[in-house]
Structures are given as C-alpha cells and as structure tokens.
C-alpha cells in the first residue's frame, strides 16, 4: 500500500520504485508504508535510487540521493542516515572549530603546561588511523624501576564548555565507525588536526606520568602539557620489531621496550588477580574497490602491539579515577559490576551441557565468588579453545553474554571485567563525551581549569553518553553484516550451489545461527530448513534436539551450509542446510 503523507514526516531512508504509473518511495531499513511521490518531488533521484526522504506541509519530497542499493558504501551511507546520523556538522559548529584552531598560538602557549617535547614519543595505532588520541613515553629508572608517561590529547583547550561545539559533542556522545567511513564526535579541523597527536608538532595534551616497580605505580603525577610525537608507528610494524623481523629506530626503540616490559608486567598483575577476563576476539576490517564495492575482508587479531597500548590506557584510566574519587570531583565512571551469580551458574550448565570443562562452584555464589569464577571459567574455555579447535566463536560468546554490560555511572562501582576497583574512561576524548568530561574534572582537581563539572549535569550526562553509545554499537553491528552480505553476494556469483563449513554460534527456537566460511560469514539456518526430524530447543538453550532421532545441533558443532538467499543492503543471510549423502 502506498501513501501521500498527511503532514511533515521524519526523514527516512527509501527506494524508489515503479508501482503501477506512480513513483513510490519503500523503506529501506525499517518497516513502513510506502510513500507515493509526485514527479516535482523526486529531485535528482531515479528509479532504483536510495534516496531520503523529507517533507512537511507541502508533501515528501526527497531531499537527498544517496546512491544505489546494489553499492555498498552508498548502502552503509544510507544506513548511518536512517539512524539519524547527520554525515555533516552545522556551519556554526564548523566555524567555531575553525576560529579554536586559528587561535591555536595562544593554547600552544607553555603558561601552566609542563614541557615535554624533548621526551622521546610515538603512537601506536591501526595502519588506517585518522586521529590519534594517545601516545606514549618510557624510561627506564634506577632499580630496574621504570617510568611511563602517557600523553591524550587535550581536547578540553579547544572545546568550550559553553560553546556550540560543546552542545554539539554532547548530543553526537562518540564518532561511530563503519567499514570506511566515520562519523566523528568533532569536526575535523580538530579530530584530524589541531587535536590529533600527530608526528613532528607540538601537540597540546594531558600526561599522567607513573614511576612503576614491576606493576606496582609507585608514584604517579599529572601534567597539562605540550608534547611533540617523534613516530607514528603502527601495530603490525611493531608487531614485526616484537618478533625481531624490523629493527626498532632511534630514538622510540628504548623507549618501545620498556613500554612493553611494564605492560607485561600489568597483565601478568591482572592476570593473577583472578577475576580478569580471557576472551580472544577478531575484528574484521573491509576492502573496497574504487566503485565502493566490498572485495575482501581480513581479521585483525589483537596481538602484543596491541596488548601494549591496551595495559598502559587501562593503567592511566585507574590512576585518573583514583584521583577523582580521592578528591570527590563528580565525574563519569566506566562500571562493569560483577556477575549475577544466577547466570554464572546458567553459563556452567551451559557449558556442561557442551562438553566443556568447568570449575566445580560452592552451592551458595556470592557476588565476589562469581566474578572470579567467570574469569576462571574464561580462561578454561579459551585453554578448551585452542586444544581442541572446537566452539571457537560460540564459547567465548557464551562466556560475554553471562556479564552484564559495562555502561557510564557518576558512582564508582568498579570494574569487574577488569578486575579493576576504581575505573573511568580518560584515553580517548577525541571520539567519546565521557572521555572529555573526565578531563575537565582532573583538570578542575589539578587547579588549572575552572571548568568543574557539577554533580547535578552528571546524571544528563550518563542518560546521553549511554543512548550514544547504544546507537553507535547498532550501526556498526549493522555495517558489518551489510559489508559481510555484500562481500557473500560477491563470492557467490560464480557459484550459486557452493558449500561452506561453519560453526553453529547461536541457537533459538526457530533456527540456529551459522558462522561459515573463510571470510566469518554468518546467516541464520531456520529449523524448518533441517530436514529428517522436528527439532526443538533444549532446556539449557544450547541445541536444537531431534524429536525421534534424538539428534543435536549444539553450539559450536560443525554443519554444512548453502546459502538459499543474500539480502545484502539488509545484511541478512538465509541459509540451507547440507543433509549427509
């Protein structure tokens, strides 16, 4: 059924198609009527077109082409468009922007900044990076001590708190990522420049300087100041110096060292703490040909580079936490509190029901005993893991969804995935809100910046961060499985009947859910497409179970797929199942 509309209707993103002599407009990504348009209101758009649609008194009309659906980089700009994202910044936004960065001789001034030019700094970051958060200093100290200095980027000196560019941070909350393309949190002139801690210029930051004996910070001191960066390097190329394949440059080599013996030493620390988290994960990264096609796609493991960066963030994350709750300054803290230890027993029965080894549990869990035996349960299916090949991407899963999830709190409740009792989000303001008021409030601690923030603008400040969060992780889940759809259609289109090896990763009622293939597809295997028996759902909710065979399909076994259907701007794959003989 198509539809003139009443009266001004949000923007949403469409097809345009032929129904009959009308052009009508269908929706792309949500359900909905179609919108039937006059031949004036189609703009520059075409049949077949994606296009998005706007209007008020007058009528729909279309308001933007955006591409075509058999694109997918036009497809993922859709998508971003359809969730409200604005893929462009207000002109008083982008001029406020350009006037603080014009302006950036007066902030490079070293009135109440420590100078620090001369310490010897790199970044380390994907090869692909645009904007560079953090970077890094390390020396080592009398007593086989070391010190550690980790400079962020001081976005506080460009953003006023009460400018447009601080309104318009607040209501984006993160720069979300797709395969691509970014929708950052601030305008360019400071996410990709004045702000970035690029090579070979000054930068303005905010360091927290440590001196660490093994993993103990026996001293730690905060500085706002001036660095300059002497590399940007990136994983894989520290990567290859780690594995003593490339030969580390004056004068980051000393320095890459003993930044990579104190992050040792820091995961070893948390490691022995009991309750740190084991989960081994890929993220996947697209290649796109100059049409904006997807032509392949690689899985990024996270290896020592990255563990490197990773322990010494977390590191500065719990020392600016600290001081912050030492000194009662309201702020944001990251909390991930522990397990119930209703569904650590619900993940044990789980994962007995699969075959897979567990620590035995006291009858009665309390909630201190349940984080540290979801860490050692962690750590037991990852060892299962790697033995036996099996489960590779369904146990960890298993082992995540038992947590809760980790959000944005004005009370410390700790940390529970980190096995970290004070912890907060300080390492990345570039792209996150809560990143940014954690600096004002270390600042405002510190005594050099007035911009304190108050306990009554917390609460507001969770509610925003926490839906911008939660937009910003559906659209990237989405991209994802557009950009694995459209990459399928592609492999399929010499073959149509080609089969694929997977692991079963979910199970529900009216189907499982398959990862298959070399390149991570995934699709969904409906129960009516599994033939030979009627299946249902066990109690533990880990297999479909043959009502007269007795047959399982469990998480993490093997099946054999076709693929029956790719609707690739949708993302979703439907798939067959290969009966043996």
Not at 162 to 167: K, N, Q, R
């Amino acid at each position: 059924m198509s539809r003139p509309p009443r009266g001004p209707i949000d923007p949403v993103v469409c097809v345009l198609t032929k129904r009959g002599r009308l052009t009508v407009a269908e929706p792309l990504f949500q359900p909905g009527d179609r919108i039937s348009l006059p031949g004036k209101a189609l703009g520059d758009g075409r049949i077949g077109d994606i296009v998005l649609i706007g209007g008020g008194k007058r009528g729909a009309r279309v308001i933007r082409r955006i591409g075509r659906p058999d694109i997918a980089r036009d497809v993922l700009e859709a998508l971003m468009l359809d969730q409200g994202l604005r893929r462009s910044f207000p002109r008083r936004v982008e001029e406020e922007a350009s006037e603080v960065v014009k302006d950036g001789a007066r902030h490079l001034s070293f009135k109440n900044r420590r100078d620090l030019r001369d310490l010897p700094t790199f970044t380390i970051d994907p090869i692909d990076a645009r904007d560079f958060d953090d970077a890094i200093s390390a020396q080592e100290e009398d007593g086989g001590r070391a010190r550690v200095w980790v400079h962020i980027a001081d976005v506080s000196a460009y953003v006023d708190p009460d400018g447009v560019l601080e309104l318009e941070a607040f209501r984006r909350g993160t720069s979300v990522y797709v395969p691509g393309a970014v929708e950052p949190m601030l305008p360019q002139a400071l996410s990709n420049d004045a702000c970035s801690l690029r090579p070979h210029v000054d930068r303005l930051a905010v360091t927290v300087e440590m001196e660490l004996e093994g993993a103990e910070v026996r001293s730690v001191a905060f500085h706002r100041s001036t660095i300059r960066s002497d590399a940007r390097l990136n994983y894989d190329q520290v990567d290859e110096v780690f594995a003593e394949r490339e030969r580390a440059a004056e004068p980051w080599a000393r320095p890459l060292a003993v930044a990579r013996r104190v992050a040792t030493a820091l995961y070893e620390a948390r490691q022995a703490r009991g309750s740190a988290l084991e989960v081994e994960s890929t993220e996947p990264s697209f290649e796109f040909d100059e049409r904006g096609d997807v032509v392949a796609v690689h899985h990024d493991e996270q290896t020592e580079s990255h563990r490197v960066i990773e322990h010494l963030m977390i590191l500065a994350n719990e020392q600016v936490a600290e001081l912050l709750t030492e000194r009662k300054v309201p702020t944001l803290y990251r909390v991930h509190e522990r397990p119930d230890p209703r569904a650590v027993k619900a993940l044990v029965a789980k994962l007995e029901a699969l075959d897979v080894p567990t620590p035995p549990l006291p009858e009665e869990l309390a909630p201190q005993q349940a984080a540290d035996a979801v860490g050692e349960i962690s750590r037991m299916v990852a060892a299962y893991v790697r033995e036996t090949g099996r489960g590779k991407f369904s146990f960890p899963s298993l082992v995540l969804r038992a947590l809760k999830k980790a959000y944005y709190s004005p009370q410390n409740l700790g940390h529970a995935g980190l096995a970290s009792p004070c912890y907060c989000h300080f390492t990345s303001p570039i792209r996150r809100y809560p990143d940014l008021v954690v600096h004002r409030g270390l600042l405002a601690a510190l005594g050099v910046d007035d911009a304190r923030p108050h306990a009554a603008e917390m609460e507001e400040a969770v509610a925003a961060a926490s839906a911008a969060e939660r937009r910003a992780l559906d659209v990237e889940r989405s991209a994802l499985d557009v950009c694995f759809a459209f990459l399928l259609q592609r492999r399929l289109r010499d073959d149509r009947d080609q089969e694929f090896e997977g692991e079963i990763t979910g199970v529900i009622g009216a189907g499982v859910f398959v990862r298959f293939g070399q390149e991570g597809f995934e699709g969904f295997l409906p129960r009516r497409r599994i033939r030979g028996d009627r299946y249902h759902l066990n109690e533990t909710e880990t297999a479909l179970i043959g009502e007269h065979t007795g047959r399982a399909m469990r998480l993490g076994d093997p099946v054999t797929v076709q693929v029956d259907n790719v609707d690739a701007p949708r993302g979703r794959v439907d798939l067959y199942m290969v009966t043996d003989g």
